[in-house]
């Protein structure tokens, strides 16, 4: 069966939605390679245009014209300095903060 949802795609539209579900259910490009018996390069190709079909929609769709308007963001980690062994991002009791602030 042609894939209607990828131009010149060599693989079949019931594997291309089942890839989908598993991008859906937040799974690695590795993991889905693994299921699908798929190549881990060709998936994270499949998941790339995927991403970005998402920001051109959700930017057409937006209310805000992000070319008009400056917005800032920046993100934060709270929580205790070293959790033995681990450092950075990785400590387990952190907690992440992110804000976004629209100037004027």
């Given at each position: 069966m042609k894939?209607?949802?990828?131009?010149?795609?060599k693989i079949s539209e019931a594997k291309f939605r089942e890839i989908?579900?598993?991008f859906l259910l937040?799974?690695?490009?590795?993991?889905?390679?693994?299921?699908?018996?798929?190549?881990?390069?060709s998936i994270n190709i499949i998941f790339a245009k995927i991403r970005n079909r998402i920001f051109e929609i959700s930017i057409n769709s937006s209310p805000i014209e992000p070319e008009?308007?400056?917005f800032e963001a920046d993100?934060?980690?709270f929580g205790p300095?070293?959790?033995h062994g681990k450092r950075g991002r990785g400590a387990?009791?952190?907690?992440?903060?992110?804000?976004?602030?629209?100037r004027d």
């Open positions: 894939n209607k949802y990828i131009y010149r795609s989908l579900r598993l937040d799974l690695t490009a590795t993991q889905v390679a693994k299921i699908t018996h798929i190549s881990r390069n008009k308007e400056e993100e934060s980690y300095r070293r959790v387990g009791s952190k907690t992440i903060v992110f804000g976004i602030y629209k």
